[in-house]
């Protein structure tokens, strides 16, 4: 199994209040992305870091934000948590050997937002 | 119409079944091409990897590429109750500077195998 793992693993916060998730890899991967998934919609893109400060939008970035301070880290960030957040996070990388395309991905955080 | 088009089933099949999931895509820049299996309440788990058209054989795992029809297949032999779970595929085009290898996923097939 790719080097991934995510913290928490589960969490219940009200809404309005911050919160981050965080994505530790052992695996030295350029890239790392962070996905939401919910029934009816698969996993969309929110956020993704192409190196170490280099980061970009996704498809469903609007309340999120990103930071990349560490090559193994990657964090994300709900500024004001809302129940349309409520969700199962995802953290994934890529960019290893060979071709490099494929994604492997974390075990998820499932967020709860009352 | 989404670039990437996937059955979601559900498909139910005998244990020892011959299962045929597929994708159709629309988008002629995709060269890399993926299928990933989801357990419930599991992180989705690479399972097949391929560049371009053609096969790649893992076990008793076959994915199949036809760019000219747009079309990929993941085929399981002698399915397995262990494999009932979610498929989803996943493409993408080639990557360039910072053109991050965003990955245009299908929405899954549910899939159960009974004894």
Redesign the interface.
Known sequence: DAGITQSPRHKVTETGTPVTLRCHQTENHR?M?WYRQDPGH??R?IH?S?GVK?T?K?EVSDGYSVSRSKTEDFLLTLESATSSQTSVY?CAI??GGG??????????T?LTVT | QKEVEQDPGPLSVPEGAIVSLNCTYSNSAFQYFMWYRQYSRKGPELLMYTYSSGNKEDGRFTAQVDKSSKYISLFIRDSQPSDSATYLCAMSSRRSGTSYGKLTFGQGTILTVHP
């Open positions: 890239y992305y698969g996993l893109l993704y192409y280099d970009d996704g995802f890529s960019g071709q490099g395309y494929e994604q492997y991905f974390g075990p998820g499932r």
